[in-house]
């Protein structure tokens, strides 16, 4: 099963990986000089990353049919892989492979600057179309269900993301963020991003960047092994209620 989609290689985006080239190089200076810090400490990673392993683990093992049977009908429906993956920044500025179910025809990115203009996020930061014409009818409903999320069990297994924690977001989106808000960029990186996180209990696209980051930095600052068991809690009715997702 083939695994890639073509990565833009425009000067838009080669300017914006070395822009966070730059961010994770400045995010490991501040670490070094006692700047932005998560509320976890040694004890508390730990306990986290076994929260991370067991629930990866056990979610790829429940949802493995399902998976199998979507990646199935994706390959089926439209011309393409079955997985979609993408660069994405993770903790510390560190660029990683972030793997979904193909919810969009071959070549989507490449139409991105085309959209722009139809953009429905507030403020422009996060790109979000309700009625998205790159979207395929099954990616719809695998967006609706939220079940086109499922392989990123993959990427909390290898350690690139957790269960909870803010999302990763596309290079372009970072891009802007970070001009938004530079310290609070900074800060959102100094935490694995999540499968799951406040955002998508709180709102997920019906709320603007700027609740975003008020959301991720009140879960950074407040973290505990309680605060992910509520949040995988409130996940669950977030999903079913298909609340913000398109």
Known sequence: MSTSMPIPSSSLQLDTITREVCVSSAISTEASQGGPKSNLGA????????????GAIAGLI?????MMLIALLVRLSSPGPALFRQLRQGKGGRHFWFLKFRSMTLGAEHRLQDLETLNEAAGGILFKMRDDPRVTPLGR???????????????VLRGEMSLVGPRPLQL????????LDPEA?????????????????GGRSDTDSKSMLQLDLEYIDRWSLRRDFV????????????????
């Open 231 to 246: 949040i995988l809690f409130k996940t669950v009715g977030t999903v079913i209620k298909r609340r913000g997702a398109y």
């Open 172 to 179: 372009r989106d970072s891009a802007l963020l970070e001009q």
């Open 62 to 66: 429940l949802f493995l049919p399902l």
């Open 43 to 54: 004890a508390n990673s730990e306990a986290k990353r076994l929260l991370d392993l067991v």
């Open 141 to 155: 409903w695998l967006r609706r269900t939220s079940l086109d999320e499922l392989p990123q069990l993959f990427n």
């Open 185 to 201: 960029y900074s800060r959102r990186l100094t935490v694995l991003p999540g499968l799951t996180g406040a955002w998508q209990v």
